[in-house]
């Protein structure tokens, strides 16, 4: 009888082990939600500007489905319109340049360190129907996307 306790005792046991998670590869480690620290681009002079504030506001998101989202706004937001059925040009035209968002599925060249958002729909319409690649690095829980001296995002993984 007591081997019996003890063999249901060790398969209860076994049943119940997973064994530690291996290294998260390339493809894995952008899973999550991020949360825009600063967004940042240099003019042709070599100025960095911050075209979104600083902090700038926004979120990324990779999920496990392959799908990403991305949002900009500026801080502090533009003032709401005087008359929202009413917008002046000078308001429309404050707005659509503080905010940027885009959408769609996403792929990543692990050994380029690459990620292409293929572009599904996005208030720039310039960015629907294209692929929008963006190298990338992750150090801990930040990510940085971009390209020295053009533009450069820094994020900060959301717990």
């Known amino acids: 009888m007591r081997k ?3 063999l249901v005792l060790f398969v209860a046991g076994c049943s119940s082990y997973a064994p530690p ?3 998260m590869s390339n493809s894995d480690v952008l899973i999550g939600t991020w949360r825009v620290l600063r ?38 937001p533009a003032e709401p319109f005087a008359s929202p059925a009413a917008p002046t040009p000078e308001e429309i035209r404050t707005a659509y340049f503080g905010f940027a968002a885009y959408y769609g599925t996403y792929t990543i060249d692990e050994a380029g360190r690459m ?3 293929h572009v599904e729909g996005s208030n720039m319409p310039s960015y629907t129907g294209t692929d929008q690649v963006r190298p990338f690095r992750v150090e801990g829980e930040t990510l940085t996307l971009g390209v020295p001296g053009q533009y450069r995002a820094t994020l900060v993984r959301v717990r």
């Open 39 to 76: 967004y940042e681009t240099w003019n042709s002079q070599g100025l960095k500007l911050t075209p979104f504030g600083d902090p700038a506001a926004g979120y990324a998101v990779f999920d496990a489905t392959g799908h990403a989202f991305i949002q900009l706004m500026r801080t502090p």
């Open 4 to 6: 019996i306790v003890l």
């Open 21 to 23: 998670r291996a290294r």
């Open 115 to 117: 990620v292409t958002i």
